[in-house]
């Protein structure tokens, strides 16, 4: 949040939100029916959405208004 130039008082706050602590975890009714993508990194995030996708033979496009295309 820092390298993407949030205020660091806003931060602050988000971290310390009860929707932060909510948003850590999958509610127990999706484990095992969701799918999770990891976006601590964009890159690898972009493969993840990519290959589930592919999985659900969705072809993946690539052009602006595809945000994973590479």
Avoid: C, K, Y
């Amino acid at each position: 949040m820092t390298q993407r130039g949030d205020d660091a008082a806003m931060i602050a706050q988000r971290l310390a939100s009860d929707e932060f602590e909510r948003d850590l975890a999958l509610p127990d009714a999706l484990v095992g029916h969701a799918d999770v993508v990891d976006n601590d990194d964009w890159q690898l995030a972009r493969v993840q959405v990519d290959a589930l996708l592919i999985d659900w033979s969705v072809q993946p496009v690539s052009g602006d208004h595809n945000v994973t295309a590479s």
